[in-house]
């Protein structure tokens, strides 16, 4: 006879087993997989197991890295030409043209 824990770690095991086959697509992927293969698993547990992931915390850290760096390009880029512009506009208001 099989205990319960016994049962919620197998069930764990075998999520895990297509998370890992699938290349940790993460939770909305692997939950429409889940879905469209008919499998016992809930929204819950898709997200218990990509949260405990090792590998997926990895790989979207290093996303979140990447997106900051962009962001911050962005903004230093937007923020040279705020200034850029306000200087120009500075010099046309002081100008005195004859």
Known sequence: MLSRVYCTGFHRNKLYEVHDALCHP???????FVRSKNLPYSMNDVKKLVESCRVCSA????FI?????S????????????LTL???CHLIHHSVIF
Not at 26 to 32: A, F, P, Q
Not at 65 to 69: E, G, M, N, S
Not at 71 to 82: C, G, P
């Open 26 to 32: 993460g939770v909305t992927r692997l939950y429409h």
């Open 59 to 62: 790989v979207n850290l290093s």
């Open 65 to 69: 890295d990447r997106l900051l760096l």
């Open 71 to 82: 962001l911050s390009k962005r903004l230093n880029l937007l923020n040279t030409s705020v």
């Open 86 to 88: 306000r200087a120009h």
